[in-house]
């Protein structure tokens, strides 16, 4: 089966399932689990410069030996270094890769450029325009940040990747809004936060009840994790997770042929969601 993919506003297509190299192979060496995500149906391949972890992500896409065309490869700018330009570690990061371009570049985090984003932007433009990358975008961008940009942008981000689950949901609303106003999608990194971070929270006996309902319509194994990425699938945000067992990873493949949610259950886990606020990572986000 092809995976799933969403259309970006220049045309693209992001496949909804990705494979992250940052938390748990943050700084590690990321080759046989990308290369186990790609075998198994992974096509997503989701990176940054900060990771730490370019060349072995390039190691394990060289090593799965699908063609380039079927991957969707994605870095991050980092803190630009004295002296170099947005291009100059790009260029270092293709190398890195193994790759001609990436499909998606994103500035990682808006507080690394204070007072630049709108100069950064445009050098974005530029390695867009030059083929180095298909699309470009952004991540953990507030609204201001977004503002910001698109004050000076010829070319709207194509993606704002933040952290997404239903423990910041309330605290994301005017934060989603925006987005589809300008016709950004929303990705989310960190999307299993209720059950692998934050367990015991009002969301858990909503998870279980429509795991059973899942496994009793579909008469297949389902697991909270996966009900979570039909949360996500839900609105159209594609889910970027990980995993260094093959087992999980072919679980979240999986969940791409799993029915939707009942719109009554995606309306329960939001309402759970909102009663408590977890954010784990960047914890200067709730502050405008």
């Known amino acids: 089966m092809a995976p799933l993919t969403i259309s970006l506003n220049n045309g693209e297509q992001i496949?909804?399932?990705?494979?992250?190299?940052?938390?748990?192979?943050?700084?590690?060496?990321?080759?046989?689990?990308?290369?186990?995500?790609?075998q198994n149906g992974i096509t997503h391949l989701d990176g940054a410069q900060m990771y730490g972890n370019e060349e072995s992500l390039g190691a394990?896409?060289?090593?799965?030996?699908?063609?380039?065309?079927?991957?969707?490869?994605?870095?991050?700018?980092?803190?630009?270094?004295?002296?170099?330009t947005v291009r100059d570690t790009l260029v270092e990061s293709l190398r890195k890769l193994r790759?001609?371009?990436?499909?998606?570049?994103?500035?990682?985090?808006?507080?690394?450029?204070?007072g630049r984003l709108k100069a950064v932007w445009k050098e974005f433009e530029e390695v867009q325009k030059e083929g180095l990358t298909k699309s470009i975008g952004v991540s953990n961008f507030r609204n201001h940040e977004l503002q910001e940009i698109l004050e000076?942008?010829?070319?709207?981000?194509?993606?704002?990747?933040?952290?997404?689950?239903?423990?910041?949901?309330k605290a994301s609303k005017e934060l989603v809004e925006f987005n589809k106003k300008h016709n950004i999608v929303i990705t989310s990194y960190g999307g299993l936060t209720p059950?692998?971070?934050?367990?015991?929270?009002?969301?858990?006996?909503i998870l279980v009840s429509v795991r059973e309902r899942l496994e009793?319509?579909?008469?297949?194994?389902?697991?909270?994790?996966?009900?979570?990425?039909?949360?996500?699938?839900?609105?159209?945000?594609?889910?970027?997770?990980?995993?260094?067992?093959?087992e999980r990873i072919k679980e979240y493949v999986a969940t791409q042929d799993l029915p939707d949610l009942?719109?009554?259950?995606?309306?329960?886990?939001?309402?759970?969601?909102?009663?408590?606020?977890?954010?784990?990572?960047?914890?200067?986000?709730?502050?405008?």
């Open 15 to 38: 496949p909804w399932l990705a494979f992250g190299t940052g938390t748990a192979l943050y700084n590690k060496d990321a080759a046989n689990a990308v290369r186990l995500a790609i």
């Open 60 to 84: 394990g896409i060289a090593a799965a030996g699908k063609p380039r065309s079927e991957l969707f490869v994605t870095t991050k700018l980092a803190k630009i270094p004295e002296g170099k």
């Open 99 to 114: 790759l001609d371009y990436v499909d998606l570049f994103l500035i990682h985090m808006p507080v690394d450029h204070t």
């Open 152 to 169: 000076v942008a010829t070319v709207v981000p194509a993606v704002n990747q933040i952290e997404y689950h239903p423990y910041v949901f």
């Open 195 to 205: 059950i692998v971070r934050h367990k015991g929270g009002p969301v858990d006996p």
């Open 216 to 246: 009793k319509d579909t008469g297949k194994k389902v697991s909270e994790g996966q009900v979570l990425g039909l949360w996500l699938r839900a609105q159209g945000v594609p889910e970027i997770t990980t995993s260094s067992k093959e």
């Open 262 to 288: 009942k719109p009554e259950e995606v309306e329960a886990i939001n309402e759970a969601g909102s009663k408590v606020h977890h954010r784990v990572f960047c914890s200067w986000f709730d502050k405008e």
